[in-house]
């Protein structure tokens, strides 16, 4: 139940007014906005009408370039003209350099932060992205004449940890107020399911340029409850189009005179002969070598229908597992959805359609309808629906476990886990005065930590010395619902709090974010220090008027003793938001939080006694 | 607070699922950290964790053997997995039968077939034992309830085996 917000006199918003808040669809291929307006969600077009920004930037000395304007320079200078960064988030140098033999840039940094040199300085994927998202942000204020309250950023489902927390990351730089991160097929079911209002079970079937993911979901009285998520991170169109060139040179007999050019040429060339056969039944594809010999050839749709069948069929396996993963059957779905430009293909819908016997759902652009399902979400979090029927369950999407002896992994919390979730773990020491501890955690579903993705590595100090075997150190796992994991651990005889020390496998600790944080401070135009200043000011008044407003609701939950701390510590925090230092503002405002934490916990608990009470006497 | 309280049922092995199912979703509107995406931190912190302890609790409360073994830890009883170990021989004879049937399965001429056979066999002894563990809690046998748990357990690892065999086939 989120609290009351009461504004103060002479300071009261008009009613019609609302929060300004976007989705946001960070693809690998494009990148999309999406707001809610006048009720209803759509995608937020550039000045020249384009939807779609291609998740393209282009470096240089003196510039810094995004999507279309970024695209002019891929032929000429690949290799300040990054593409698809999304798929270097999270990964380790080795990871990308195996996966992408081929990609024209200048890598540097370390196997954990990968980076690539480019005329505009060294990048990591998080800024590559981050620029991104400024723009997308940019776009979205120019377009609704105000700045953003907050945004949700779209991941795919299969996204780990180290995924999800560079994403975030990335927002966090771009200035944007991540409200939530949300995973891409159930953003689709939102965008579809809203405005059914039925109830059931639903798929989400999204097969993008690169990836596969299926989402099983159900419907019951505006709660989206997802079941079960997969898929196959190494399956896309971009497959569709391999099996076209090589289809190409066994018919034109080119394996012999193949190079690097004529190979890209045939790329493109197949991938636009793909996209005819969505139309046509046949599509002639023409290209020349270096000796400008012309070659050519023709591929019918039935062709073409029986080279992906079997890419199709291991698409329809992930489904099934799916399905059994949430305990239903295929005649169990009353709806499936479509999602990504390769469910364009006809064999997909139709090979989709057979497997359901029912015609999939394919009315909402399949490009656009992540980030309207985004920004629906993002409207009701920022708090434009206050009595809003809406609520997701959405789940952990890759199992967590521990590194055990022989390099085995024990799970902790097993995939498909709905998400909030919490899970403890007792350990001992084996060594008589041990006072430290270490821990790595992976993701995944193999037995061996090789085989599953590598998270961090947790030493934890300042355990009190006891002999071997004596102190109990219960360690918990608690991932929150952007899906990501936070880990505290205590010892249980002595209550004491180890210290948890996090290095991240991939991506960024948390002092290299606040390093460049700061350092974006410094880069960047306007007066930092007065921004700050006035957004710990306008903090601090909405978490006073909250608590007043909760006080004078709830009030006789507070001895006498608390409510006196409680108004001293208000009115201190009054006193220093009329000050000039937005760090102790943002103090005071810690400090009020801490305090104020067991008043929040009795007033939920009262708001779950009543609700549930009520509940009772209904069903007698 | 324990799981039974925070969902307003009575501690007991049977439970009305509409019931529970409705009250998880009160649970989920008032607790779940979207309600809160613009409160104070103080607020935020508390529903991540009550919400987390909504979810594991109607995680045990849903599974008849998750929901007998914390009604027996709340009784004082742990299934503590190692130190007590089964007795029943004939169960474990009946066990070890069923594994080396599943490890042929595989290379029958019809393995689905052989498969569906072995599965047939455990849905039946989990039916039974099942039945019989709700006669024991309710008489308050916590010991032989116990017994009973350990031996669905074993029943639920098989499963998963089973299920990961036919998983191993059907992508051949």
Avoid at chain 1, 32 to 37: N, P
């Amino acid at each position: 139940m989120a609290l009351l917000q009461i504004s103060e006199p002479g300071q009261t918003q008009a009613p019609h007014q609302r929060k300004l808040a976007v989705g946001i669809d960070l693809g690998t291929t494009n990148s999309l906005v999406a707001s809610v307006r006048s009720g209803e969600a759509t995608t937020l077009p550039d000045e020249s009408g384009k939807h779609l920004l291609p998740s393209i930037v282009h470096y240089s000395s003196d510039a810094k370039l995004v999507g279309e304007l970024a695209k002019e320079h891929l032929l000429k200078q690949p290799e300040n003209t990054i593409v698809s960064a999304k798929r270097f988030i999270g990964r380790s140098l080795s990871d990308i350099t195996a996966r992408y033999p081929q990609l024209p840039y200048h890598f540097s940094g370390t196997e954990s932060n990968p980076q690539i040199e480019t005329a505009g300085g060294i990048k990591n994927a998080i800024q590559i992205s981050s620029d991104i998202l400024t723009h997308l942000k940019q776009r979205a204020e120019e377009t609704l004449g105000d700045e953003l309250q907050g945004a949700v950023i779209t991941v795919p489902a299969y996204f780990d940890d180290a995924q999800r927390q560079g994403t975030k990351d990335a927002a966090q730089f771009a200035g944007l107020n991540v409200l939530r991160l949300l995973n891409e097929p159930t953003a689709a079911a939102i965008a579809y399911g809203l405005d059914t209002g039925q109830e059931g079970n639903i798929v989400v079937y999204d097969l993008g340029g690169g990836t596969f993911d299926v989402s099983v979901l159900r419907l019951s009285k505006g709660v989206f409850e997802v079941l079960a998520t997969g898929g196959d991170s190494a399956l896309g169109g971009d497959d569709f189009d391999q099996l076209i060139v090589e289809y190409c040179i066994e018919s034109m007999s080119l394996s012999d005179q193949l190079d690097n050019r004529l190979f890209a040429e045939l790329r493109l060339q197949a991938k636009a002969a793909k996209e005819r056969l969505t139309n046509e039944d046949t599509a002639t594809i023409t290209i020349s070598n270096a000796n400008g010999d012309n070659f050519s050839c023709d591929i019918t749709r039935q062709q073409f229908d029986t080279l992906c069948l079997p890419l199709i069929k291991k698409t329809l396996r992930a489904t099934k597992r799916a399905l059994k993963d949430a305990d239903i059957s295929n005649k169990d779905v009353i709806e499936v959805v479509m999602v990504g430009g390769s469910t364009r293909v006809p064999s997909v819908r139709n090979q989709v359609q057979a497997f359901f016997g029912k015609v999939p759902r394919t009315d909402i652009d399949p490009d656009k309808v992540v980030a309207i399902g985004a920004s629906i979400q993002a409207d009701i979090l920022v708090g434009n629906k206050p009595d809003g029927e809406m609520l997701l369950l959405d789940v952990l999407p890759l199992s967590l476990g521990l590194e055990t002896m022989g390099e085995l992994v024990e799970k902790i919390i097993p995939r498909n886990t709905t998400i909030p979730v919490a899970r403890a773990q007792e350990f001992t020491t084996f060594k008589d005065g041990q006072t430290a501890m270490s821990l790595h955690v992976v993701q995944g579903e193999r037995e061996l930590v090789g085989d599953c993705r590598s998270l961090a590595r947790f030493s934890l100090k300042g355990i009190p010395p006891m002999a071997a075997g004596a102190a109990h150190i219960r360690v918990t796992f608690q991932v929150d619902a952007d899906g990501l994991l936070s880990v505290t651990a205590m010892e249980k005889s002595s209550g004491i709090t180890a210290d948890i020390q996090v290095k991240p496998s991939y991506g960024l600790s948390d002092k290299e974010v606040a390093s460049m944080l700061k350092a974006s401070f410094v880069n960047a135009k306007g007066d930092m220090q007065a921004r700050m200043l006035k957004e710990q000011q306008v903090e601090a008044r909405r978490v006073i008027e909250s608590l007043e407003a909760a006080i004078e609701q709830d009030g006789e939950l507070l001895t006498p003793q608390q409510t006196l701390d409680i108004s001293e510590s208000i009115h201190q925090l009054r006193d220093l938001a009329n000050g000039e230092c937005p760090d102790s503002i943002k103090s005071a405002i810690e400090t009020l939080d801490l305090l104020t934490q067991p008043f929040a916990a009795a007033r939920m608990d009262k708001s779950i006694k009543t609700a549930l009470a009520g509940q009772s006497v209904d069903e007698i | 607070m324990n799981y039974f309280e925070l969902f307003n049922l009575a501690e007991s092995y049977s439970v009305d699922k509409t019931q529970l199912n409705e009250h998880y979703q009160t649970l989920q509107r008032l607790t779940h950290p979207d309600g809160f995406a613009s409160s104070s931190e103080a607020e935020k912190a508390i529903a991540l964790q009550k919400n987390a302890m909504v979810n594991d609790a109607y995680h045990v409360l849903k599974s008849p053997l998750a929901r007998a073994e914390y009604l027996l830890e709340l009784r004082g009883f742990s299934i503590n997995h190692e130190s007590q170990t089964l007795q029943d021989r004939s169960f474990l004879m009946k066990q070890m039968e069923l594994r080396e049937m599943l490890d042929d399965a595989a290379q029958c001429s019809d393995p689905f077939a052989a498969i569906e056979s072995i599965s047939q066999e455990i849905d039946d002894t989990q039916r039974d034992l099942f039945s019989q563990l709700e006669s024991q809690l309710e008489g308050e046998m916590w010991e032989s309830s116990a017994d009973s748990i350990r031996k669905l357990k074993f029943l639920v690892k098989l499963s998963a085996e089973v299920e990961l065999l036919e998983e191993r086939l059907d992508d051949l």
